[in-house]
């Protein structure tokens, strides 16, 4: 009966050791996972519009982190219940707070990226 009651605690022991080592090596920070979301009406998300090369696009973007925009020229930008910040051609970042609405009509910003903080 001593020896199973040993099997276990070592069990027990050696699984406890290995999720600490986990733990350990796993990189420390903010995992970052915005999403690109389908638009819906009368949702509370990150809203551009945009356009490029006489392309045009209206996207929507859930959750914290940051993307690629790929240098598109942005008209139009709801924020919805996100911080924003979008970082443009000429190395310039602009912070938007939550529940704002900013057109651009005359002279849009060239996006490289975005970020929802």
């Known amino acids: 009966m001593i020896s199973k009651t040993k099997k276990v605690a070592r069990?027990?022991?050696?699984?406890?050791?290995?999720?600490a080592l986990l733990t350990l090596a796993m990189p420390s920070g903010?995992?970052?996972?915005?999403?690109?979301?389908?638009?819906?009406?009368?949702?509370?998300?990150?809203?551009?519009?945009?356009?490029?090369?006489?392309?045009?696009?209206v996207d929507c973007y859930a959750n914290r982190?940051?993307?690629?925009?790929g240098g598109w020229w942005v008209d139009k930008i709801s924020t919805g219940n996100n911080d924003l910040?979008?970082?443009?051609?000429?190395?310039?970042?602009?912070?938007?707070?939550?529940?704002?609405?900013?057109?651009?009509p005359n002279r849009p910003p060239k996006v490289n990226s975005i970020e929802i903080l």
């Open 85 to 104: 910040i979008y970082y443009d051609a000429n190395g310039d970042s602009v912070k938007i707070e939550r529940w704002h609405e900013i057109s651009f």
């Open 30 to 57: 903010n995992a970052f996972a915005i999403d690109h979301i389908p638009c819906r009406g009368g949702e509370n998300y990150l809203k551009i519009w945009s356009h490029n090369g006489g392309s045009q696009s």
């Open 65 to 69: 982190g940051r993307t690629g925009f």
């Open 11 to 19: 069990s027990v022991a050696v699984a406890f050791s290995a999720a």
